[in-house]
């Protein structure tokens, strides 16, 4: 069975003058666990919506969309986010901003320090774990910002333009970094991304949505070996 199943999916926003903007057309997709998937597309042809809907941020107008099978009604720990700011708190340091999410849900005592411990070593942030946000580059961040998604175990990795404000050489290494990452845990991950090479380089398949709103335009396999 695949993990997130997308039918007839529609997302119509209602603008303050009262006008429909069709974000989202009868999409349909289906993806299976463990998966990397990249979304490209034009600005405006609705990634950031179809993304936010799979996060619970955004309600959807009408169709389905379920992961694990059940149906998307809200925000879920089951998902990791990660968006193009890291949003770190600027008054805790960079293991609490980490393991905030696990702790106000499940304790302190929850958090997989061994897992911690891991992924700050896999992206280069051991040795930063007393430091506050400010203290960091952008790049270094945004490392903290997936490290605290992946703590929580997510069962969906969705990034929405993770590295879009980095310059190319850190967004480079963060995708090497990534897909390490993506190799030892095989998190299904949903990449959305305005850059072909970078998806053609992270994903097993593309869903390419077209400047109409919502409609793919196909759903391209990539066949590359993995690092
Ligand atoms: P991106 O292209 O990077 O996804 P946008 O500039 O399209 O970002 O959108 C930025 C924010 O503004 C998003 O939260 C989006 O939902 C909102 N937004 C985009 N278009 C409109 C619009 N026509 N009316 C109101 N809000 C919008
Ligand atoms: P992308 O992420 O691909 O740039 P978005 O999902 O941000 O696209 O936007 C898809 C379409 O929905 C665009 O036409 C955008 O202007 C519109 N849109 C996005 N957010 C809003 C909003 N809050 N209100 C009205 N229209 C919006």
């Known amino acids: 069975d695949p993990l997130i199943t997308c039918r007839s999916l529609n997302k119509v926003y209602k603008t303050r003058s009262g006008d429909a903007v069709d974000a989202l057309v009868d999409l349909n997709f289906d993806i299976a666990k463990g998966e990397f998937i990249s979304v490209v597309g034009p600005s405006g042809c609705g990634k950031s919506t179809l993304l936010k809907i799979m996060a619970g941020l955004l309600d959807y107008t009408s169709g389905d969309i379920a992961i694990s099978g059940k149906a998307v009604t809200g925000p879920s720990p089951q998902n990791g986010l990660v968006f193009q700011q890291p949003n770190l708190l600027p008054w805790k340091t960079i293991a609490e901003n980490v393991y905030f999410p696990v702790e106000i849900q ?6 997989n320090m061994t897992l911690v411990r891991e992924l ?28 605290r998604a992946l703590v ?3 069962a969906v990795l969705l990034m929405d333009e993770p590295f879009g404000a980095l310059d190319a050489m850190t967004r480079d290494m963060m995708n090497v970094e990534l ?7 095989r998190k299904t991950v949903i990449f959305i991304t305005h850059s072909i090479p970078e998806a053609v380089f992270l994903s097993d398949r593309v869903i390419a949505m077209t400047p109409r709103p919502g409609e793919i335009a196909e759903i391209i396999p990539i066949d590359l070996p993995r690092p």
């Open 152 to 154: 929580q175990d997510p």
């Open 179 to 185: 897909l390490k990452i993506w190799s030892k845990h």
């Open 106 to 111: 499940q304790g302190r005592r929850a958090v």
């Open 120 to 147: 700050m070593s896999m992206v280069g942030l051991k040795g930063f774990e007393g430091k506050y946000p400010h203290e960091l580059s952008g790049g270094m961040q945004q490392r903290a910002a997936i490290v």
